[in-house]
């Protein structure tokens, strides 16, 4: 089936757009969630199957962007055990220090 770059279709979670726009946002996200993401069309709702788009996508010279790291990808940052080891780790001098301008800092 031909498709028109200008058709309306919605990528999941990013809403109504052109076809073409639609699949230069897909290939820019990560792997990971490109497996994830679907584009249906406006017309008649059908879901734009991943050979099609990556067919649509290599004819339309849109390259998929593997090097991105995606936000969702990074592992979580456990901020309060890091705080807690440099905490553990400081001398109480610099605690002290540390606290006093944190205290006028917070009151201007």
Request: hydrophobic share 45%.
């Amino acid at each position: 089936m031909t498709s028109d770059p200008e058709e309306s279709v919605r990528l999941q979670g990013y809403g109504e757009m052109t076809l073409r726009t639609a699949i230069a946002t897909l290939m820019a996200l990560a792997p990971r969630e490109r497996s994830d993401a679907a584009i249906f069309r406006v017309r008649d709702d059908s879901r734009l199957a991943s050979s099609e788009i990556a067919e649509l996508a290599s004819s339309w010279g849109i390259m998929p962007t593997a090097e991105i790291r995606s936000p969702k990808l990074v592992p979580d940052q456990h901020w309060p055990d890091i705080v807690r080891g440099m905490v553990r780790e400081a001398p109480l001098p610099s605690l002290m220090v540390a606290f006093l301008i944190g205290v006028l800092v917070a009151r201007r």
